[in-house]
């Protein structure tokens, strides 16, 4: 294990559902990201927080509304999501914001019907 | 905008041969490039980086190296085993915030 849990592991919803995904790290790290993983493309980066702060957001729709309570905890809520938004969400973790090795969690797989 | 040309998307080697997976990358202010593996299933894991002030870098049957010049790095695999088999990710990162991943290459070790 990485230290990096996310839930749930598998989810489906409908365009008019509000729902949540969690991510929790035990690592001691200060910064945490979400991406996004299709098939064929490469990890999009969507949000990054550094010490509980968002730092960077990649221009992602307002559907997608990301919350860092403390640092060890990362929610993503959703919200009137389209079916283009099913796709893999990865969570992951450093030390710091920064160039170095990210730890990542195993995912939701996310199915938007 | 920045990005991370990787190739090629797929590769197949037989066992005991070698593999060699490359990308580019657009931003001359990248200076950290690591290499993930992420196996069917499974999480993205780091395998190997290098950061820009060095050329190259060895672990064991992994090898990266870096042309800054030609903002070029590669990832060599030597004596390839059914295990390698996997999906690789390269990325190029800067500053605090600028992580950018290739497109990935799947890689098939026949037996």
């Known amino acids: 294990e990485t230290g990096v849990t996310q839930t749930p592991r598998h989810l489906v919803m409908g365009m008019t559902n509000k729902k949540s995904l969690k991510c929790e790290q035990h690592?001691?790290?200060?910064?945490m990201y979400w991406y996004k993983q299709s098939a064929k493309k490469p990890l999009e980066l969507m949000f990054v927080?550094?010490?509980?702060?968002?730092?960077e957001n990649n221009s992602v729709p307002s559907r997608f509304s990301p919350e860092c309570p403390n640092s060890s905890h990362l929610f993503l809520h959703l919200h009137t999501l389209q079916p283009e938004d099913s796709a893999l969400y990865l969570c992951a973790s450093s030390q710091d914001a920064g160039p170095k090795e990210q730890f990542f969690g195993p995912g939701t797989r996310l199915t938007v019907l | 905008g920045e990005n991370v040309e990787q190739h090629p998307s797929t590769l197949s080697v037989q066992e005991g041969d070698s593999a060699v997976i490359k990308c580019t990358y657009s931003?001359?202010?990248?200076?950290?490039f690591p290499w993930y593996k992420q196996e069917l299933g499974k999480r993205p894991q780091l395998i190997i980086d290098i950061r820009s002030n060095v050329g190259e870098k060895k672990d064991q049957r992994i090898a990266v190296t870096l042309n800054k010049t030609a903002k070029h790095f590669s990832l060599h695999i030597t004596e390839t085993q059914p295990e390698d088999s996997a999906v690789y990710f390269c990325?190029?990162?800067?500053?605090?915030?600028?992580?950018?991943f290739g497109t990935g290459t799947r890689l098939k070790v026949l037996a």
């Open positions: 690592l001691g790290h200060n910064a």
């Open positions: 927080y550094n010490f509980k702060e968002q730092t």
């Open positions: 931003d001359s202010a990248s200076n950290y």
């Open positions: 990325a190029a990162a800067s500053g605090t915030y600028k992580y950018i």
